[in-house]
């Protein structure tokens, strides 16, 4: 029976959405009030061009601490090497964007076996100039060291630990 890794990931990130942002973002998890959280439902969208269709992975409708506003948190996870996941991350903010008209986060969680540099950029550029800058915030698990974070009673550590233990994440040790 195939294990569904995104449904998994999208579970441990609805129930430990704050955990998530205090281990791997802290800067972020400083302004963002927790106490204000809806899960929104799934987003579909349809690439026409391409006649694929893509989910949105989690989209969080929430608060930054001493404002009034809404923002949307986007957590992406990225289970495979694609060279088209920066683009995608701009369709999705734009679509996003499109349908509520308030600020979006981005954040990439790169979950699959390679060891390399991602990209958190997506650009558009011509020889005479530049027309748009996209970042977005990204999370490789991959070059983590677990291990570092042995002391840590924070859930999504202790997880991340299991499934390095049991061989579903693999990991790498600090000298």
């Not at 949307?72 to 694609?82: A, F, P, R």
Request: charged share 25%; hydrophobic share 45%; glycine share 4%.
């Amino acid at each position: 029976m195939a294990i569904d890794h995104d449904r998994l990931f999208k579970e441990l990130i609805q129930t430990f959405f704050e955990e998530f942002f205090f281990l791997f973002f802290p800067d972020m998890h400083e302004h963002i009030d927790f106490r204000h959280l809806s899960f929104l439902s799934e987003e579909l969208f349809t690439d026409v061009t391409a006649g694929e269709k893509y989910s949105v992975d989690l989209s969080i409708e929430t608060k930054l601490k001493g404002e009034d506003g809404l923002i949307i948190v986007h957590v992406g996870n990225q289970s495979n090497v694609q060279s088209s996941f920066p683009k995608r991350m701009f369709v999705y903010f734009s679509r996003l964007f499109e349908k509520y008209r308030i600020r979006i986060i981005l954040v990439a969680v790169f979950s699959h076996d390679a060891l390399r540099d991602e990209p958190s950029v997506f650009s558009i550029e011509f020889p005479f100039g530049e027309v748009l800058q996209f970042p977005f915030f990204p999370m490789e698990l991959r070059k983590k060291h677990w291990w570092d974070s042995i002391r840590h009673d924070n859930p999504i550590a202790l997880r991340l630990r299991c499934l390095a233990k049991w061989g579903i994440l693999k990991v790498r040790k600090s000298s």
